[in-house]
């Protein structure tokens, strides 16, 4: 079954401060501070802004909660957008984080333009390729659609399920990665974002317990607000 998803006008009303309300991080103190890539998808076609932005913003804000344990207060988190994605839009430590949030909110606000994913997971590689990290995390937020640049040619339709790019490096990338969280993902892409990482061999990773993975629909993604981090 097919749908077509028309790239539409979404404007947000006010984004509020990033507060942390997530629980305490519950990794151990004894791990290395891990480098964080999380890509917001804030193009035309998220379709739900506020249940977007909110999830970033919980997100983000167990992000923040990482100041609190000693040994992961020295992360690292790049946040790249997909509208924006051709440069890391934000920088800094879990307590930059949280003290710049509200920047950081009006940063990675949903517009009406392209949404481009081939491109925002290349700013990940450029920047995985430069810093090297030790453990590397990766989470995109958002319902993994790829309207390229320029998005502004024929009719600005999209045909789903969409078959993810052969150019999108998350696959390559999950192969380096000790976490990966896809949430938001809209209910027809979940079987094409599955498909793009076994072929790449991200999910033999999985099952083998080197890669802590979990790919989330919207409802799971509410569910599990404040601990989209989490370990049990």
């Known amino acids: ?46 379709t739900d802004p506020e249940n977007q932005m909110e999830t970033a913003r919980q997100t983000l804000g167990e992000l923040t909660d990482l100041r609190r344990r000693r040994a992961m207060r020295d992360a690292t988190i790049h946040i790249i957008t997909s509208a924006n994605p051709t440069e890391i839009t934000w920088s800094g ?32 590689r450029n920047n995985v390729r430069i810093t090297r990290p030790d453990d590397l995390r990766l989470l995109q937020i958002g319902p993994a659609i790829h309207a390229g640049y320029p998005c502004d040619e024929g009719d600005g339709l999209i045909t789903l399920p969409q ?17 990966l969280r896809l949430l938001n993902v809209h209910a027809d892409q979940d079987e094409m974002v599955l498909e793009h990482l076994e072929s790449a061999g991200a999910l033999a ?28």
Request: aromatic residues 6%; hydrophobic residues 45%.
């Open 1 to 46: 079954m097919t749908a077509r998803l028309h790239i539409t006008s979404a404007i947000l009303a006010g984004l509020l401060a990033l507060q942390s309300t997530a629980p305490a991080n519950a990794w151990g103190d004894n791990e290395q501070s891990p480098t964080f890539f999380v890509v917001i998808e804030n193009g035309g076609v998220v």
């Open 93 to 124: 430590t879990p307590e930059q984080l949280y003290a710049q949030g509200s920047v950081v909110m009006e940063a990675i606000q949903v517009r009406s333009t392209c949404s481009d994913l081939t491109l925002a997971w290349q700013e990940v």
């Open 205 to 232: 990773r999985v099952s083998n317990g080197a890669l802590d993975f979990d790919l989330m629909d919207k409802a799971r993604t509410t569910s599990n607000l404040g601990n989209i981090l989490g370990r049990d």
């Open 163 to 179: 078959a993810v790019p052969a150019e999108v490096q998350l696959g390559s990338l999950a192969l380096e990665a000790s976490f």
